[in-house]
């Protein structure tokens, strides 16, 4: 994981201060493969109880079948050759380094699009939409719709991590985004992120820098007041929605811990690669029987997992959620203005609009019947044209 050797760049950041922009290459060393998988092969398992399957947490066998694939079959140089397809860079934006591809589209008005991960994600779940927003004409799309795409992992998240200072919350972080593409040369620009990319997106529809049009999220994460008579004109769909919340988050323990001791945790999940897959898979399964009918592809989990391990970035991705609750980031009250669209795929914690709304201005919502809250990953086409849809009225 090392830069390529190769000349840096300079790019004219809105601050007038130029970004040293330098080409970057994923080579994860001979030694860290071989090392995960002397630790895969001495792995001590957890009892379970019998047919307990995802009640208590991940379930032991599916566990068990991910780290045997992971140590046996699991082929990282062919991931590493895959991401390594699409150019990557680093920066350092307010101290701190930050890892991004950055593809243009051969479409001469593409529209500069920025497109923020979560967690347990990483940049590396944007890879199957990148062609088809390049390039769409090469995948039957209509060339008006083309995006040139950022896609930055985010501070303490993979080879943007670790980070070396307190207070990267979503805040921070979407002013830097800004930089970035002032400073890639993008004086306008749209913006989407899903989970923790949610946030980050939002805040920067809080921060309205002139340069951005508009927002596309996946999530809004604005709850009722409990002011009397406040649900009693929703529908029975909405009533679905605030109950499967309800119960995602009741299986849920990730944002509690992340909030309040990340370092802990993180000694574990730093020193062992399945208790890192473990913490991982939990939720990107689904918590079990929130489960989306569309399977992840093992290849593209372990990827994740993988990165997350190499990187050694644990404790300092977890740290964003601290930092948020320290600071208020990314709360539901704080008015963005800027026009968002958001985009609603079942088996994910879905917003109600007319919540939504009290703090959003919101322009665009659809629903859709197929996906989870990895919608990236889950399907890639329909937020693709989700996407299109929104922007093609900012471009």
Known sequence: MKPAPTTPLQAEASTTTPLQITPFEIAIPDSEI?????????????????????????????????????RDGFDWRKQEQRLNRFPQFLT????????????????????????????PSTFADFAELIGPLTDPRRYGGDPADAFDVVIPSIPGFGFSGPTIEPGWDSARIAKAWDTLMQGLGYSHYVAHGGDAGSFITREMGIAKPAGLRAIHV??????????PGELDDLTESEKSQMAFMAGFNEHS?????????????????????????????????GLGRYAPPEPHDRDVVLTNVSLYWFTRTAESSARWYLEDARSGAGGAEAMNTVPTGVALFPYNLLSIRKIAERANNIVHWKHYDRGGHFAAIDVPMLLVEDLREFFRRFR
């Not at 895969?40 to 045997?68: C, N």
């Open 92 to 119: 350092t934006i307010d101290n701190q380094t930050i890892h991004f591809i950055h593809v243009r589209s051969p479409e001469p008005e593409a529209q500069p699009l920025i497109m923020t991960h979560g967690w």
């Open 253 to 285: 323990c990730h944002q509690g811990v992340h909030q309040k001791r990340p370092l802990t945790l993180a000694y574990g999940l730093t020193d062992s690669p399945v208790g890192q897959l473990a913490w991982i898979v939990d939720p990107m399964k």
């Open 34 to 70: 071989d090392d995960l998988h002397a630790r895969l092969e001495r792995v001590r398992w957890p009892s379970s109880v019998p047919g307990s399957g995802w009640e208590y947490g991940l379930d032991l066998d599916t566990a068990k079948a991910l780290v045997a694939y992971w």
């Open 218 to 227: 996946l999530e809004i994460f604005a709850f009722p007041t409990g002011v």
